[in-house]
């Protein structure tokens, strides 16, 4: 099951704010497991005693269609890499790097950072306020969790969000509501999200049963899993995974976790959902985020902080089919899921080399020409060989290498053969500024406009001798 239990509760908190609702969620979540448990793919029998009418089903009817005020979403590197952490990216792992530290020549929001920018019209309560859909929010389930990404999310960025009331459906026991939130960078559609949501005890009112809108869970192949990979949580994971918008106390607080029937406070659904991809990217993407298409899951049994997941997973063609267990009990606690992936050939298709649409690429080739003419000398000065990641609309758009140590020298256009000296991170239009005159390096790297790693004292001798020699 999801930790957004009561997702809806009463205006952005998702605290209680009536003994009611304290009951309603006490309710709900107390007998949450033998609910589900009764939930397929084909839905439940109907509960034929339900005292819904015709003004019932008229009025989840007429939900269907209706929009939630639209929002924006504005984030930095502080909440791509802080969700990064939510979900176990570490820097014992070098290849995470890309995620967690904003210096990284590729750093990266994860894929899954989308489901926080598409939660916030479900945690504002906007439902509450569509007609037709008078019910008891604070018995809101998260069942299922449809993401598909169009491109790769921009490191930082400010996205318009719009939400639907796809379709509601008639479980029988309950009511699933079928949420679609699409977001935009102007007018660049970036994420679909879609949520399903299980409100127990509002079904029975003769609405259909299935739709065609609904992304579908598939079921795992009958086979051996072809990787298996485990992580264990840290007691702080649901502390920590809270700080990306989802503050349930259900999450952190043991005296509400008691209430609503568990021994201690649960993990996040979609945290757990993030762990998982995260796994399936790293094993079978190369953290490769321009691979990544979509994922589906659905929400099975909960998870507590400190317990180990085992992701486990099935490769078929560019779909990863997948579950994930709690490994010290066994119990599935996300099924029928799936990560679909971009061939590799279609990625290199779809991202080819910005390099002749940036203003640098000027620069670096007459680098390149003038190097021709003083390279001999200027490899005696220098001896290094520097790497130079320029930037277009905060993902990389070209990389040149100005290589230092070789015969007279030379510049071209990609990473360095070997182990770069130096590498120098900047966007093309900060490139320009430097060139021109206009931004001080030093300044630039302090504010965080110009990162370097490696030899930094190299990059000064480099910037003499281009200013003694290239007169740029």
Same mark, same amino acid.
Request: net charge neutral.
């Given at each position: 099951?999801?930790? *957004?239990?009561?997702?809806?509760?009463?205006?952005?908190?998702?605290?209680?704010?009536?003994?009611?609702?304290?009951?309603?969620?006490?309710?709900?979540?107390g007998s949450i497991i033998e609910v589900l448990s009764k939930i397929d793919s084909e839905g439940v029998s109907a509960?034929?005693?339900?005292?819904?009418?015709?003004?019932?089903?008229?009025?989840?009817?007429?939900?269907?269609?209706?929009?939630?005020?639209?929002?924006?979403?504005?984030?930095?590197?502080?909440?791509?890499?802080?969700?990064?952490?939510?979900?176990?990216?570490?820097?014992?792992?070098?290849? !995470?790097?890309?995620?967690?530290?904003?210096?990284?020549?590729?750093?990266?929001?994860?894929?899954?950072?989308?489901?926080?920018?598409?939660?916030?019209?479900?945690?504002?309560?906007?439902?509450?306020?569509?007609?037709?859909?008078?019910?008891?929010?604070?018995?809101?389930? *998260?069942?299922?969790?449809?993401?598909?990404?169009?491109?790769?999310?921009?490191?930082?960025?400010?996205?318009?969000? @719009?939400?639907?009331?796809?379709?509601?459906?008639?479980?029988?026991?309950?009511?699933?509501?079928?949420?679609?939130?699409?977001?935009?960078?102007?007018?660049?559609?970036?994420? =679909?999200?879609?949520?399903?949501?299980?409100?127990?005890?509002?079904?029975?009112?003769?609405?259909?049963?299935?739709?065609?809108?609904?992304?579908?869970?598939?079921?795992?192949?009958?086979?051996?899993? !072809?990787?298996?990979?485990?992580?264990?949580?840290?007691?702080?994971?649901?502390?920590?995974?809270?700080?990306?918008?989802?503050?349930?106390?259900? =999450?952190?607080?043991?005296?509400?976790?008691?209430?609503?029937?568990?021994?201690?406070?649960?993990?996040?659904?979609?945290?757990?959902?993030?762990?998982?991809?995260?796994?399936?990217?790293?094993?079978?993407?190369?953290?490769?985020?321009?691979?990544?298409?979509?994922?589906?899951?659905?929400?099975?049994?909960?998870?507590?902080?400190?317990?180990?997941?085992?992701?486990?997973?099935?490769?078929?063609?560019?779909?990863?089919?997948?579950?994930?267990?709690?490994? @010290?009990?066994?119990?599935? +606690?996300?099924?029928?899921?799936? +990560?679909?992936?971009?061939?590799?050939?279609?990625?290199?298709?779809?991202?080819?080399?910005?390099?002749?649409?940036?203003?640098?690429?000027?620069?670096?080739?007459?680098?390149?020409?003038?190097?021709?003419?003083?390279?001999? @000398?200027?490899?005696?000065?220098?001896?290094?060989?520097?790497?130079? *990641?320029?930037?277009?609309?905060?993902?990389?758009?070209?990389?040149w290498t100005i290589d230092l140590k070789s015969g007279s020298g030379k510049v071209y256009q990609g990473p360095a053969?070997?182990?770069?000296?130096?590498?120098?991170?900047?966007?093309?239009?900060?490139?320009?500024?430097?060139?021109?005159?206009?931004?001080?390096?030093?300044?630039?790297?302090?504010?965080?406009?110009?990162?370097?790693?490696?030899?930094?004292?190299?990059?000064?001798?480099?910037?003499?001798?281009?200013?003694?020699?290239?007169?740029?």
């Amino acid at each position: 099951i999801s930790a *957004h239990y009561n997702l809806c509760l009463s205006g952005s908190s998702d605290y209680p704010t009536s003994a009611s609702q304290v009951a309603g969620i006490i309710e709900s979540t107390g007998s949450i497991i033998e609910v589900l448990s009764k939930i397929d793919s084909e839905g439940v029998s109907a509960n034929h005693t339900s005292h819904a009418t015709s003004t019932a089903t008229s009025g989840f009817a007429g939900a269907i269609g209706q929009k939630l005020p639209p929002f924006s979403y504005a984030y930095t590197e502080l909440e791509a890499i802080m969700y990064a952490l939510g979900v176990g990216a570490s820097i014992k792992d070098p290849k !995470d790097l890309k995620f967690v530290y904003e210096g990284s020549s590729d750093f990266s929001c994860l894929p899954t950072f989308g489901v926080i920018i598409g939660q916030k019209s479900l945690m504002g309560g906007g439902l509450a306020e569509i007609p037709g859909l008078s019910i008891n929010f604070a018995k809101v389930l *998260h069942g299922e969790q449809y993401l598909e990404l169009y491109k790769p999310l921009p490191r930082a960025g400010k996205l318009k969000c @719009e939400a639907v009331v796809a379709d509601v459906l008639d479980k029988g026991s309950g009511v699933v509501i079928i949420m679609d939130v699409y977001s935009y960078s102007e007018k660049e559609l970036i994420c =679909h999200n879609q949520f399903s949501l299980f409100l127990v005890g509002s079904g029975g009112f003769g609405g259909k049963r299935t739709s065609d809108k609904v992304k579908v869970a598939v079921a795992i192949p009958n086979r051996p899993p !072809d990787a298996v990979l485990t992580d264990t949580t840290s007691l702080n994971q649901a502390a920590l995974y809270r700080l990306s918008g989802d503050w349930n106390p259900l =999450h952190i607080d043991p005296n509400f976790a008691s209430l609503a029937g568990f021994d201690k406070p649960i993990l996040h659904g979609l945290c757990t959902f993030g762990f998982s991809a995260r796994r399936i990217l790293q094993q079978f993407a190369d953290n490769d985020v321009s691979r990544f298409k979509a994922i589906k899951a659905r929400f099975a049994k909960p998870v507590y902080p400190g317990q180990t997941l085992q992701t486990e997973m099935w490769k078929e063609g560019n779909r990863i089919h997948f579950q994930t267990k709690v490994q @010290e009990t066994g119990d599935i +606690v996300i099924s029928n899921a799936y +990560v679909d992936l971009a061939p590799t050939s279609d990625t290199s298709a779809k991202t080819p080399s910005e390099g002749g649409k940036l203003q640098s690429t000027l620069v670096f080739e007459e680098i390149g020409r003038r190097l021709k003419d003083v390279g001999p @000398e200027v490899v005696k000065k220098v001896n290094a060989v520097f790497e130079w *990641h320029i930037t277009k609309g905060g993902n990389i758009g070209a990389k040149w290498t100005i290589d230092l140590k070789s015969g007279s020298g030379k510049v071209y256009q990609g990473p360095a053969k070997g182990a770069a000296d130096t590498t120098i991170i900047l966007s093309d239009e900060d490139f320009m500024e430097v060139v021109l005159g206009k931004l001080d390096p030093q300044k630039a790297f302090f504010s965080g406009r110009l990162k370097a790693r490696g030899n930094i004292m190299l990059s000064q001798k480099l910037q003499m001798i281009l200013k003694d020699y290239a007169k740029l």
